[in-house]
C-alpha cells in the first residue's frame, strides 16, 4: 500500500512562530487532508487539502492561521501560524484515492510543543 | 455519515481473543464499516473494512450483524502490541467530499 510520509515528527516552537509540516505521498492521490490531535482526544478535521485551488477548512479553523498548500497530487503543506501554547497537538496527514484502495491513510503524525 | 458508539475501554489477556464492539445504528445503505487503530503517539493505522459481509485479514476479523447496526472487530490473539486506541468509523466511499468523523474510541489494553 501506499505510504505517506510526514515532516518534521516533532518539534518544539517559541510562542508567534510558525511551523511548516510536510506531507508526502508516494503514489498519486484525490484527496489529501489535514488532521489536528490534542492532547488525550480524538482526531479533528482541519481541512481538506485541493489540488491547484485553496482548501476547504472545517468550522473553526481558518486560513490565516492553517495555511495549506497542495501543489500537486502528491504533496501538500499545512503551516501553523503565530503559534501559541494552544496548539501544541499531534497534526496529522491523510490522504485517500485509488493508489490506497479508495481508503484513508495516515502519516505518522508531526507532535508539535509550542512554549 | 451515521454516528458509531463504543465502550471508552476494555481489557483483555495476552493470547485471548479480544472483542470490540461498535453500534452504528443509523448507518445507511451505502455506509461502510472502517476500523482503525492508533498505537500511542503514532498515526491511525488502517485494520479492515466491509460493507455487509463479515471480512478477515490478517490482522482481524470484522463482524457486521445482518442489520448493519453493529459490528464487532475481532483480533483472534492478541498480543501486548495491539494496545492501543480502536476506532470504528462508518462512510459512504461514493464521492470525494467525505470526511471521516471521529469518535473517541475504545482504549484496549492487552495485558501479560
Known amino acids: 500500500s501506499a505510504v505517506i510520509s510526514q515532516k518534521p515528527s516533532r518539534d518544539i516552537c517559541q510562542r508567534g512562530t510558525s511551523l511548516t509540516i510536510q506531507c508526502q505521498v508516494d503514489?498519486?492521490?484525490?484527496?489529501m487532508f489535514w488532521y489536528r490531535q490534542q492532547p488525550g482526544q480524538s482526531l479533528t478535521l482541519i481541512a481538506t487539502?485541493?489540488?491547484?485551488?485553496?482548501?476547504?477548512?472545517e468550522s473553526g479553523f481558518v486560513i490565516d492561521k492553517f495555511p495549506i498548500s497542495r501543489p500537486n497530487l502528491t504533496f501538500s503543506t499545512l503551516t501553523v501560524s503565530n503559534m501559541s501554547p494552544e496548539d501544541s497537538s499531534i497534526y496529522l496527514c491523510?490522504?485517500?484515492?485509488?493508489?490506497?484502495?479508495?481508503?484513508?491513510?495516515f502519516g505518522s503524525g508531526t507532535r508539535l510543543t509550542v512554549v | 455519515d451515521a454516528k458509531t458508539t463504543q465502550p471508552p475501554s476494555m481489557d483483555c489477556a495476552e493470547g485471548r481473543a479480544a472483542n470490540l464492539p461498535c453500534n452504528h445504528s443509523t448507518i445507511s445503505g451505502n455506509e461502510y464499516v472502517y476500523w482503525y487503530r492508533q498505537i500511542h503517539s503514532q498515526g491511525p493505522q488502517y485494520i479492515i473494512h466491509?460493507?455487509?459481509?463479515?471480512e478477515t485479514n490478517e490482522m482481524a476479523s470484522l463482524i457486521i450483524t445482518e442489520d448493519r447496526k453493529s459490528s464487532t472487530l475481532i483480533l483472534p490473539h492478541a498480543t501486548l502490541r495491539d494496545t492501543a486506541v480502536y476506532y470504528c468509523?462508518?462512510?459512504?466511499?461514493?464521492?470525494?467530499?467525505?470526511?471521516?468523523?471521529w469518535g473517541l474510541g475504545t482504549s484496549l489494553a492487552v495485558n501479560p
Open positions: 487539502a485541493n489540488q491547484g485551488s485553496e482548501a476547504t477548512y
Open positions: 491523510s490522504a485517500r484515492g485509488q493508489a490506497l484502495g479508495g481508503g484513508y491513510t
Open positions: 468509523i462508518v462512510i459512504t466511499l461514493a464521492g470525494n467530499n467525505r470526511k471521516l468523523i
Open positions: 503514489s498519486q492521490v484525490t484527496m
Open positions: 466491509g460493507l455487509k459481509n463479515n
